[in-house]
C-alpha cells in the first residue's frame, strides 16, 4: 500500500521517468533485488506499466501488461548471461515529451520513452550499458582465443611422449591443468558484477 502511495506521489505518467536514489525503496523491483548476495541498484525508470531496474547484476524488468491492470510478469535478465547489444539514443525533437534509449539483451529488444528533462541522466545510463557491451564483447573473444590456445597446446602434449610417465597420467595431468587453467580465464573474463561500470558512469 505504502509503494502504491509512494508513486502516485512521485507524479508518475505513461513516459518513464528516472528514480532519484532515495527512492529506490520504493518502488516495487526493490523487493526482488537480491540484496543478500551483495546485488545493489544503479538506476531505475518507472512508468504507470513497466519499471526498469539495472543493477550491478542484471536488468530487473516489471512488465505491466496495461496502465490500468494490476497483473505484472517479473523477468530478469543478468548481464554475464544475457549480452547487451545495439545500444541506442534517440533524443527528442522539437515538440517531443521524451527521449528514447534502445537496446537489446539476450533476445531481447528494449525501447524505453522516458521524460526528455531527464535526457542528461539517459545519457549516463547510455553510456554504462555501451561500456558494459564493449567489456562483454572483447572478454569473449578473448575468451575464444584462450580456449583455442588450450586446445592447440593439449594437442601437442599429446604428440609427446615421455618415460617417466604412463600414457595415462599424462592424460590426466594434462587434462587437470587444463580445466584450472580455463576454470581461471573463465573467471577473468565471463564477468558477472558491472558495479565498476556504473559507478563510473553513473552520477545521480
Known amino acids: 500500500m505504502f509503494k502504491k502511495l509512494a508513486s502516485e506521489a512521485l507524479g508518475l505518467s505513461d513516459i518513464g521517468k528516472v528514480i532519484d536514489r532515495k527512492d529506490f525503496d520504493k518502488v516495487d523491483t526493490d523487493d526482488y533485488v537480491m540484496h543478500e548476495d551483495g546485488e545493489k541498484i544503479y538506476f531505475i525508470i518507472k512508468s504507470k506499466k513497466d519499471e526498469y531496474c539495472f543493477t550491478n547484476l542484471a536488468l530487473i524488468h516489471l512488465d505491466g501488461e496495461s496502465a490500468i491492470s494490476s497483473k505484472r510478469v517479473l523477468k530478469r535478465y543478468s548481464y554475464s548471461s544475457h549480452e547487451i547489444s545495439r545500444v541506442m539514443l534517440e533524443t527528442a525533437g522539437t515538440v517531443d515529451l ?62 609427446v611422449s615421455t618415460q617417466s610417465a604412463s600414457i595415462a597420467e599424462q592424460f590426466t595431468n594434462i587434462n587437470e591443468y587444463a580445466f584450472n587453467w580455463m576454470k581461471a580465464k573463465h573467471d577473468e573474463y565471463k564477468i558477472k558484477d558491472f558495479g565498476f561500470v556504473f559507478e563510473k558512469y553513473i552520477n545521480q
Open 98 to 159: 521524451d527521449v528514447e534509449i534502445k537496446f537489446q539483451i539476450g533476445s531481447e529488444s528494449f525501447s524505453i520513452d522516458v521524460d526528455k528533462k531527464q535526457l542528461e541522466q539517459i545519457k549516463d545510463l547510455y553510456k554504462t550499458l555501451y561500456k558494459i557491451s564493449e567489456i562483454v564483447a572483447t572478454n569473449d573473444k578473448l575468451y575464444d582465443y584462450a580456449v583455442q590456445s588450450v586446445h592447440i597446446a593439449k594437442e601437442s602434449l599429446g604428440r
